[in-house]
């Protein structure tokens, strides 16, 4: 998927947040195929570290970088993909619409639009308004905008919220395919999950006080 | 570049699917300058000397008003994430939505205001000036605007404060525009005026998208 072996290296991240200390000296190294799954309870500052990840927040301590580099650069925002509690979607417009802001936004990889749709079960849903989907569609349609453009690292903040059964199967499968092709994935998640590809990484938030 | 085209394209077609936002901003523009002759009373003279000064007052609190819907859906429904996450820099696809803002907000101001500059009873040539100092100023005001929007969006309540940082960085263009169209009255040469208002587009258009797209940044943490 890349020329250079994608490599996600935090360094004794800490947050705080508002006087409270969410978690300190947590570090993690995340290398292709690999899947880094975050587990705590609520308030853990799940959320939050995936926000440092992307860079939206810096660390209050350590640092976090993309093949040693650092990640407020554009070479790691081509890389990576966020899908959050917000879909980042438009209501007032299409599916379609949609899927084409993202691909002009980052880099597709080829692949066609309609297949992405067919893939999540949105076949047929082109010039549906997204106001008209439910939450699941709209959460399938996240996972079509991953598909069609080439991010190597995924971060997923709850993916299997407001999923129903196949949805969520649907998500670990195409999580599976993703690390089988040398992709990398951090997520948040209630839900065990089962991936046929992948090692699997677990940090407990709780835990890293 | 390619980007840049997409999120234009994307924020009008978004304002053509609800137009209340193009509408709403035009009729306060037009409202606000019928209430003129209506408080100051049947004194064409005097309307006619205000008139500058009256559409451009006006042109502005409209185009404040319009400003907050410029990130607010954005900042709402995550959109503004996808964009500050984009590899494509964030000042250019900033510019864009401003541009796509000031095609739907302050371009129906500048067509429409021949229409009320002959209700205020001012001539040919001095709204063809007028036209000139609209078509220069607002798109600065959509500009600078959108600094102080980018500031306030992470705010719950962010509207009073918007007008209070916007509204003292918007009297050089009122100043320069509302000048130049009381000179063209009076038949003398505008040109100084017009330039400064060029040269404020030009200086707005290369600067104001950095500090914007900055301050977006820091909403988001």
């Given amino acids: ?209 | 570049m390619y980007a840049f085209f997409a999120i234009v394209r994307r924020d009008l077609r978004l304002a053509l699917r609800k137009r209340a936002e193009i509408i709403n901003p035009l009729l306060f523009f037009v409202l606000v300058i019928t209430l003129f002759p209506l408080g100051v009373g049947a004194k064409p003279m005097l309307l006619q000397a205000i008139a500058p000064g009256i559409i451009w007052v006006s042109a502005l609190l409209a185009a404040m008003l319009s400003l907050d819907s410029l990130f607010r859906s954005d900042f709402d429904d995550g959109a503004l994430e996808q964009l500050v996450l984009s590899p494509q820099p964030l000042s250019v696809l900033v510019l864009g939505k401003i541009l796509a803002h000031w095609l739907v907000t302050g371009l129906p101001l500048v067509i429409i205001a021949p229409l009320l500059a002959i209700l205020l009873g001012l001539s040919a040539k001095t709204i063809s000036i007028l036209l000139i100092t609209l078509l220069l100023g607002t798109p600065v005001l959509s500009l600078i605007g959108a600094i102080g929007v980018a500031l306030t969006v992470g705010l719950r309540r962010g509207g009073m404060i918007l007008s209070l940082l916007v509204l003292p960085l918007y009297v050089p263009v009122l100043i320069f525009a509302a000048n130049a169209v009381e000179m063209a009255q009076l038949g003398l040469p505008v040109m100084a005026q017009i330039n400064m208002l060029a040269a404020m587009l030009v200086l707005a258009c290369v600067l104001a998208p950095w500090p914007t797209a900055a301050a977006l940044k820091m909403s988001m943490s």
């Fill in chain 1, 1 to 209: 998927m890349n020329s250079i072996t994608p490599l996600l290296q935090g360094l004794d991240l800490a947050c705080i947040r508002d006087d409270r200390s969410l978690f300190s000296e947590l570090s993690f190294v995340l290398g292709a195929g690999e899947v880094l799954l975050l587990e705590g309870e609520n308030g853990s500052g799940k959320t939050s570290l995936l926000r440092i990840l992307c860079g939206f927040r810096e660390p209050d301590a350590g640092q976090v970088s993309w093949c040693g580099g650092a990640i407020s650069t554009s070479a790691y925002r081509a890389n990576m993909a966020f899908v959050g509690h917000l879909d980042g979607v438009k209501k007032e417009l299409t599916v379609l619409e949609n899927l084409r802001v993202a691909l002009a936004l980052g880099q597709g990889n080829g692949g066609s639009l309609d297949a992405a749709l067919a893939r999540v079960n949105l076949a047929g849903y082109q010039d549906v308004l997204i106001s008209a989907l439910s939450a699941g569609q709209k959460r399938r349609l996240s996972l079509a905008r991953l598909l069609v453009t080439a991010k190597c690292l995924w971060i997923l903040d709850e993916p299997f919220t407001s999923l129903d059964k196949q949805g969520i199967q649907l998500t670990e499968q195409l999580m599976s395919e993703h690390c089988a092709q040398g992709g990398m994935i951090v997520l948040t998640s209630h839900h065990p999950i089962q991936l046929t590809h992948g090692a699997v990484q677990r940090i407990s938030l709780s835990s890293c006080l």
